[in-house]
């Protein structure tokens, strides 16, 4: 289209300034109505359309800064172009550097006056390029991101774990995995007690463990109960069991035996602790006994009552102890072949003695200490049936080790010297090397080993003779082999050293399997072996017996 103007109709020269504008607003107007008329025939305008054509190279207008990264090889194209691939993101300056895990240990602070600097000047997203490092990374009142400037260390890390497991409060210790096989036991009081029952057939090559006797079938049963205290200060134990055997074939057996222990833990102040212990056992004598009956058929009934009463106190790592002992021994009477009773007061005596301990904690688990002992054995008759008086000073001492070092190893073991020093000249004095032991050692988790040792002065009533010290030891092994199947073996020896001449050697193995069947019933089976050796005539012998049976508990 071709505009012609003639020269004739230009205005005065006085007008010329507004024929001017006019000359240069028009085409802008003209443009403006133009595309107007395009928009509404394309129809409502989007925002993306608006976002492409700002973003568009071509665009008029302040041109936006081309990013460059703080440090060679941050990102690359490709990077970039993950990040907004069809060129989405309005407003700001994009960051070309991958977003950081929002770890809030690591997280800048946001910036709230980059806004305001946005708002006074075009070129603020010149100035968040420039921003020094750790500056805000998010800014969510404009919905877009500014550069984080160079990769912190922390960033670098492994997201953290926020909800790591809570340790325990202090005292209180996590629950043990529960043995769905353990006894549950009754609630008495402040006290936990489970009673269990035992009953079953036991075969025997030797009713009665002497040189002649005989087998038998013997019906057995058992009755024990336990009780612990549940108490928050202090702590008390409680045993007590109770045994019936009864022959139904081959020789005749009827015999019972029981006993019952305590034992109390008293926690004072300032380190000092009580301990107070109190135990029965009645059980028949045994035909191996040291005391030879001549033509006895029954074995007398044998009394044993000890007590221990003793104070411990901790002087920093000083441990010092007090003790006192008394055990009483008392014997029914013989039975002898012609059914004649024979007494047996004048073996009945009472041993009392006052130990006192000195140790050393090396370490919370070692403490070595040396113990001493003395007291005085009484007989209640002041001369025996054959005229001598058995009335006895006891000498001791030993040194030993007390481990404890929780469930993996806990215990003492000990050595010394022991003498009981007659009141009648015509007897020798006992004698000898005093050994003990009582440890127990869990090498791998449910297994268990544990020894126990131990040595006593054994009396008689033999015309000349002293009596004789008795060294007996046991390793026992229990495993659970399987959640509801228990294994045990044991092993014993015992050797007893005759003052004036003379020895017997006791070994014995046993081996045993229950298998529960819940918490409340079990099937158990036992095997065991015993022999004797003595330098002395007709005291030999040897017997294996076999138990099958039944134990209940609650």
Do not use: C
């Given at each position: 289209?071709?505009?012609?103007?003639?020269?004739?109709?230009?205005?005065?020269?006085?007008?010329?300034?507004?024929?001017?504008?006019?000359?240069?607003?028009?085409?802008?107007?003209?443009?403006?109505?133009?595309?107007?008329?395009?928009?509404?025939?394309?129809?409502?305008?989007?925002?993306?359309?608006?976002?492409?054509?700002?973003?568009?190279?071509?665009?008029?207008?302040?041109?936006?800064?081309?990013?460059?990264?703080?440090?060679?090889?941050?990102?690359?194209?490709?990077?970039?172009?993950?990040?907004?691939?069809?060129?989405?993101?309005?407003?700001?300056?994009?960051?070309?550097?991958?977003?950081?895990?929002?770890?809030?240990?690591?997280?800048?602070?946001?910036?709230?006056?980059?806004?305001?600097?946005?708002?006074?000047?075009?070129?603020?997203?010149?100035?968040?390029?420039?921003?020094?490092?750790?500056?805000?990374?998010?800014?969510?009142?404009?919905?877009?991101?500014?550069?984080?400037?160079?990769?912190?260390?922390?960033?670098?890390?492994?997201?953290?774990?926020?909800?790591?497991?809570?340790?325990?409060?202090?005292?209180?210790?996590?629950?043990?995995?529960?043995?769905?096989?353990?006894?549950?036991?009754?609630?008495?009081?402040?006290?936990?007690?489970?009673?269990?029952?035992?009953?079953?057939?036991?075969?025997?090559?030797?009713?009665?463990?002497?040189?002649?006797?005989?087998?038998?079938?013997?019906?057995?049963?058992?009755?024990?109960?336990?009780?612990?205290?549940?108490?928050?200060?202090?702590?008390?134990?409680?045993?007590?069991?109770?045994?019936?055997?009864?022959?139904?074939?081959?020789?005749?057996?009827?015999?019972?035996?029981?006993?019952?222990?305590?034992?109390?833990?008293?926690?004072?102040?300032?380190?000092?602790?009580?301990?107070?212990?109190?135990?029965?056992?009645?059980?028949?004598?045994?035909?191996?006994?040291?005391?030879?009956?001549?033509?006895?058929?029954?074995?007398?009934?044998?009394?044993?009552?000890?007590?221990?009463l003793g104070i411990e106190k901790s002087l920093g790592r000083l441990r010092l102890g007090l003790a006192g002992d008394v055990t009483r021994i008392q014997y029914g009477e013989a039975e002898l072949s012609d059914g004649t009773r024979l007494s047996q007061d004048d073996r009945n005596s009472t041993l009392a003695l006052m130990r006192l301990r000195a140790g050393?904690?090396?370490?919370?688990?070692?403490?070595?200490?040396?113990?001493?002992?003395?007291?005085?054995?009484?007989?209640?008759?002041?001369?025996?049936?054959?005229?001598?008086?058995?009335?006895?000073?006891?000498?001791?001492?030993?040194?030993?080790?007390?481990?404890?070092?929780?469930?993996?190893?806990?215990?003492?073991?000990?050595?010394?010297?022991?003498?009981?020093?007659?009141?009648?000249?015509?007897?020798?004095?006992?004698?000898?090397?005093?050994?003990?032991?009582?440890?127990?050692?869990?090498?791998?988790?449910?297994?268990?080993?544990?020894?126990?040792?131990?040595?006593?002065?054994?009396?008689?009533?033999?015309?000349?003779?002293?009596?004789?010290?008795?060294?007996?030891?046991?390793?026992?092994?229990?495993?659970?082999?399987?959640?509801?199947?228990?294994?045990?073996?044991?092993?014993?020896?015992?050797?007893?050293?005759?003052?004036?001449?003379?020895?017997?050697?006791?070994?014995?193995?046993?081996?045993?399997?229950?298998?529960?069947?819940?918490?409340?019933?079990?099937?158990?089976?036992?095997?065991?072996?015993?022999?004797?050796?003595?330098?002395?005539?007709?005291?030999?012998?040897?017997?294996?017996?076999?138990?099958?049976?039944?134990?209940?508990?609650?």
């Open positions: 289209m071709k505009v012609r103007v003639a020269m004739s109709r230009l205005p005065p020269a006085g007008n010329y300034a507004v024929w001017r504008l006019a000359a240069f607003a028009g085409p802008l107007l003209f443009a403006q109505a133009v595309h107007a008329q395009e928009y509404q025939l394309r129809g409502a305008v989007n925002e993306q359309e608006v976002s492409s054509s700002l973003l568009a190279g071509g665009t008029e207008g302040i041109p936006a800064p081309a990013y460059e990264p703080v440090s060679q090889g941050a990102v690359t194209d490709e990077e970039t172009d993950a990040l907004f691939p069809s060129g989405e993101g309005v407003g700001t300056t994009i960051s070309q550097e991958p977003f950081p895990p929002l770890n809030p240990s690591a997280r800048p602070a946001s910036r709230p006056s980059a806004r305001a600097n946005e708002a006074e000047d075009p070129s603020s997203s010149m100035a968040a390029d420039a921003s020094p490092p750790g500056a805000g990374i998010d800014d969510l009142s404009t919905g877009g991101t500014r550069p984080a400037g160079p990769v912190e260390p922390a960033y670098l890390e492994e997201p953290r774990r926020l909800n790591q497991p809570v340790l325990p409060v202090e005292g209180q210790a996590r629950d043990e995995p529960q043995d769905s096989y353990a006894p549950l036991g009754l609630r008495i009081g402040t006290f936990n007690v489970v009673p269990q029952l035992e009953q079953g057939l036991t075969w025997t090559s030797n009713a009665n463990n002497s040189p002649d006797g005989g087998e038998a079938v013997l019906s057995q049963t058992t009755l024990r109960l336990r009780a612990v205290s549940d108490w928050s200060r202090h702590g008390a134990t409680a045993n007590a069991f109770g045994t019936y055997r009864k022959s139904i074939s081959g020789e005749e057996v009827s015999e019972l035996e029981g006993g019952a222990d305590a034992a109390l833990r008293l926690d004072f102040a300032n380190d000092l602790t009580g301990t107070a212990s109190l135990g029965y056992r009645a059980a028949r004598e045994s035909a191996s006994s040291p005391v030879a009956i001549a033509s006895v058929d029954r074995q007398p009934l044998r009394h044993t009552i000890d007590g221990t050393y904690e090396l370490s919370p688990s070692l403490a070595p200490f040396v113990e001493i002992e003395g007291g005085r054995r009484f007989y209640d008759e002041d001369n025996d049936s054959a005229g001598y008086a058995r009335s006895a000073t006891r000498l001791g001492a030993r040194a030993g080790l007390a481990v404890n070092m929780s469930e993996k190893l806990s215990g003492e073991i000990s050595a010394g010297w022991i003498s009981e020093d007659f009141a009648d000249s015509r007897l020798e004095t006992i004698s000898g090397l005093a050994l003990a032991a009582a440890i127990e050692w869990s090498p791998v988790r449910e297994t268990t080993l544990r020894l126990d040792g131990s040595t006593i002065v054994e009396g008689t009533t033999d015309a000349g003779r002293s009596g004789s010290l008795l060294y007996s030891g046991t390793l026992r092994a229990t495993r659970s082999l399987r959640a509801n199947l228990t294994g045990e073996a044991a092993f014993g020896a015992a050797y007893r050293d005759y003052v004036g001449g003379g020895h017997d050697l006791i070994l014995s193995g046993e081996a045993s399997l229950t298998w529960w069947l819940n918490r409340y019933a079990g099937l158990v089976g036992r095997a065991r072996h015993e022999r004797q050796t003595s330098s002395l005539p007709d005291r030999d012998y040897d017997t294996t017996s076999v138990f099958m049976g039944v134990t209940l508990r609650r």
